[in-house]
């Protein structure tokens, strides 16, 4: 039977990192629209609020992916 070994002074943190990327979903029409994944929320927050305030876009969405890194 094994043991599992426990973490040393010599080892890393095993708790992973984690990353936040963002991007922006828009209809125009029928059609659905995404931007490219981000790591500038105030790049994304900017169109949201153009595009939420403009006439030619409807049902705006900021999309948040967390990616976790070990």
Known sequence: MSRASSPTQDE???A??????WRLRYAVG?????TEWTHEFAT?????????RGDYGHDVVIERRTEVRR
Not at 16 to 21: C, E, G
Not at 30 to 34: A, E, P
Not at 44 to 52: A, G, H, K
């Open 12 to 14: 890393p943190d095993p």
């Open 16 to 21: 992973p990192t984690q990353r936040q990327k």
């Open 30 to 34: 029928d059609l659905v629209h995404y």
């Open 44 to 52: 994304v927050e900017n169109l949201y609020e153009q595009y939420r």
